[in-house]
């Protein structure tokens, strides 16, 4: 009988629109004043297009909600790459409109003169001109006779740090950068290219020769730092310390070249990695010859300005390039190098009216998942210590939500001092090393600084750096150093969610979405982050208790990412504890907040980090009884056969 009601509404769906079962949707609108109902009638159409009604939702629900995505979208994709190309376009759009406008008021706005000139030295480009990087660093003692350190710590200042002995500035906590100190990296060793190998001031040695002589200093460097892989803990020492340890490097002069500092005092504290593995590079280094030293050091610092994210120079030597695909290469890499400067632009031209009542529905919602996971933590299901539970509330109390992912609470002058701090020239090269300069001045800069409140404002925010590689940009995540939640514009906007949204939809992909977020505080990996984005000893309290770890157990599957998958399971069942408050409800308003939650796996094959969207979405699904009861799967049927696993 169950099935028999399932094809009946199947039916009345394949008739036409008007004939969807929403005579009881709710159409309500939580947290603004009105709902516009074009809006929303508008979505369910799309969402209704989408669905192959041919297929059994209880057999692959993937197959029934997604099934066409591919017919409409044959470029590929999802609706995540669809959203972040609109907002490229749109920094295209407001490019083009201002060059060709020169009364147009944006030209007023801080930095966008800057962003200006940026942008059209990088379209002007044709082709790359690596030695240019080079003429364009601070004038360079002589190669034959300076120290190996003298240029690694210039190179430092563009946040270049990956081989010899690496410093480097980096987030710590909610509150604090810190200096990081490493041996030698003997992962990653050196390409040398024809055109790495050109721009070198090599002085008539061969490409061969000077590869094998860079190869054999690799092989000697990796032969003596083998690092601890076992013991990857940073320790605490003081620059005191260090130099006691170490008295074989200049530290202090590094330190001040690198970090544009006129001190650092002995007491200044580091966070230090295998401090003897340090100590032997550098008796090893001390000894070889200069030149071949300072060599390899340009090298590898070209290789590591062409391997950038979003370099244009990289598609540019790969593939002939029409002017629109360099025009959007280069905004791509704007958005990754000057990620403040293009945060603010798209805030003040795009999305500033849009800012109350998004922020009004979004953090509302964020405080109801909040409250209901703080009950769900007080049921103690793992039989957790009480001290333990009372730190994971706090944790998820604390947790904060940034919508644009912008500095809160700043005035106007806060990014007139960025555009001061920031310097443009003439070409591509000269920028961009400007631009890696200005973020990488700025961080040292943040951890030396004493005034807690000026910090609090850069610490509002995740200042993505100019090296993050992946698209984190396109979708929301949990930072964990911040206990922050960061939702990207490319999310802020249809298909994922709108202010006038019904219920059925609003909470379909926000609530699911944030849910699966703020469950990351809790994955086995992040878990261990307290309120604050210190690590506590969280993993090893929980492993005492049976069962939480039967809980892992269940969920952990060697073919699947198990951090992605206990988010998505404890996520969306926080959602629907969130939303779903009475049976009534979910009857007339399930499907849509099914089809909802689905768009956003449509079309995604799955990465590094995730599993493909049709196993994660289905998995998810015949966790929750709800799904099947909704959909009147029968038991046995494959959305409704899974064991069910308890975690958060
Ligand atoms: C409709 O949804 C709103 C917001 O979620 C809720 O407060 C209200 O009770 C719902 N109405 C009905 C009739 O279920
Ligand atoms: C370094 O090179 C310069 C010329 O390029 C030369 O005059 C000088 O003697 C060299 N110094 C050493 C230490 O080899
Ligand atoms: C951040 O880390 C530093 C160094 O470990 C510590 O002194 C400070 O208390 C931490 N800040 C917070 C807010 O926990
Ligand atoms: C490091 O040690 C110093 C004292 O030696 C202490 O003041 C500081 O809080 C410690 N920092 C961390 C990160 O533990
Ligand atoms: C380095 O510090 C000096 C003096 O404080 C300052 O004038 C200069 O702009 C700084 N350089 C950079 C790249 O920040
Ligand atoms: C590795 O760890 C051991 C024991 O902690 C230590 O003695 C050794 O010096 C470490 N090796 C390096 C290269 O730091
Ligand atoms: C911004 O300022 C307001 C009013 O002073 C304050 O209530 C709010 O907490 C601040 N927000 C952040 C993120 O600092
Ligand atoms: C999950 O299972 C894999 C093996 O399948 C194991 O290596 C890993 O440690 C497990 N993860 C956790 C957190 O238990
Ligand atoms: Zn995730």
Redesign the pocket.
């Given at each position: 009988m169950a099935c028999g009601l399932r094809i009946i509404s199947l039916l009345l769906l394949s008739i036409s629109i008007d004939a969807l079962p929403t005579y009881h949707l709710n159409q309500s609108c939580p947290y603004q004043s009105q709902c516009d109902p074009s809006i929303n009638w508008q979505h369910i159409r799309r969402l209704e297009s989408y669905v192959r009604r041919d297929v059994d939702p209880c057999v692959d629900f993937y197959a029934y909600a997604c099934g066409n995505w591919r017919r409409i979208h044959s470029e590929g994709g999802t609706a995540t790459t669809i959203s972040e190309a609109q907002i490229n376009q749109r920094f295209e759009d407001l490019f083009l409109r201002l060059l060709q406008d020169p009364l147009a008021q944006e030209h007023g706005y801080p930095m966008q003169q800057k962003l200006l000139t940026h942008y059209q030295s990088c379209t002007a480009l044709t082709s790359p001109n690596l030695r240019r990087y080079l003429q364009l660093l601070p004038p360079l003692p002589p190669l034959n006779a300076s120290h190996w350190m003298e240029l690694v710590s210039i190179l430092g200042r563009y946040g270049y740090h990956d081989h010899f002995v690496q410093i480097e500035v980096r987030h710590h906590n909610i509150s604090q950068h810190m200096i990081f100190i490493q041996p030698h990296n003997h992962n990653q060793n050196l390409d040398l290219t024809r055109e790495i190998y050109d721009a070198l001031p090599h002085n008539g040695i061969g490409f061969a020769q000077l590869k094998e002589m860079f190869s054999v200093l690799e092989s000697h460097l990796n032969r003596l730092a083998k690092p601890n892989i076992t013991d990857d803990s940073f320790h605490n020492l003081t620059l005191e310390q260090i130099r006691r340890t170490v008295p074989e490097l200049d530290w202090l002069g590094a330190l001040k070249r690198q970090l544009n500092r006129s001190s650092v005092n002995a007491d200044h504290s580091f966070q230090v990695d295998e401090l003897s593995a340090i100590r032997q590079v550098i008796l090893y280094l001390n000894r070889q010859d200069r030149r071949l030293l300072n060599l390899y050091s340009l090298a590898r610092f070209l290789s590591h300005l062409l391997q950038l994210p979003h370099n244009p120079l990289e598609s540019l030597s790969s593939a002939l390039m029409s002017s629109k695909s360099l025009s959007i290469a280069c905004i791509r890499h704007m958005r990754r190098t000057l990620y403040l400067p293009m945060i603010y632009a798209y805030e003040r031209v795009y999305y500033a009216q849009q800012r109350p009542s998004d922020e009004r529905v979004i953090h509302s919602v964020f405080t109801e998942l909040k409250d209901q996971l703080v009950q769900t933590l007080d049921q103690n299901n793992f039989n957790l210590d009480r001290g333990l539970v009372k730190a994971l509330q706090t944790k998820v109390l604390g947790m904060?939500l940034?919508v644009g992912n912008v500095p809160?609470?700043v005035t106007e002058d806060f990014f007139w001092a960025t555009d001061r701090n920031w310097k443009v020239g003439h070409d591509f090269h000269e920028n961009h090393l400007n631009s890696l300069l200005y973020y990488y001045s700025l961080t040292a800069e943040l951890e030396g600084n004493p005034d807690a409140t000026e910090k609090?404002l850069w610490y509002?925010f995740n200042n993505h750096s100019p090296d993050l590689t992946d698209n984190i940009d396109a979708t929301p995540y949990f930072y964990c150093l911040g206990n922050i939640i960061i939702i990207p514009y490319s999310y802020a906007q249809l298909p994922f969610y709108h202010s006038e949204l019904w219920p059925a939809m609003l909470y379909g992909d926000l609530a699911n979405t944030l849910g699966h977020e703020m469950l990351h505080a809790f994955d086995t990996d992040l878990v261990d982050y307290d309120v604050q984005g210190n690590m506590r000893d969280y993993s090893e309290q929980l492993q005492q208790q049976p069962l939480y770890v039967e809980a892992v157990k269940c969920l952990n599957d060697s073919s699947v990412v198990l951090n992605e998958r206990t988010s998505d399971v404890s996520g969306s069942r926080l959602a629907f504890r969130t939303y779903m408050k009475d049976t009534q409800s979910w009857q007339s308003n399930g499907r849509y907040y099914f089809l909802q939650f689905s768009h956003f796996f449509c079309g995604d094959e799955g990465d590094r980090y995730h599993d493909m969207g049709s196993t994660r979405l289905n998995y998810a699904l015949s966790q929750m009884p709800e799904f099947a009861a909704y959909f009147h799967c029968a038991r046995g049927t494959p959305m409704n056969s899974a064991e069910q696993c308890q975690f958060w």
């Open positions: 904060r940034n809160r609470n609090a509002s």
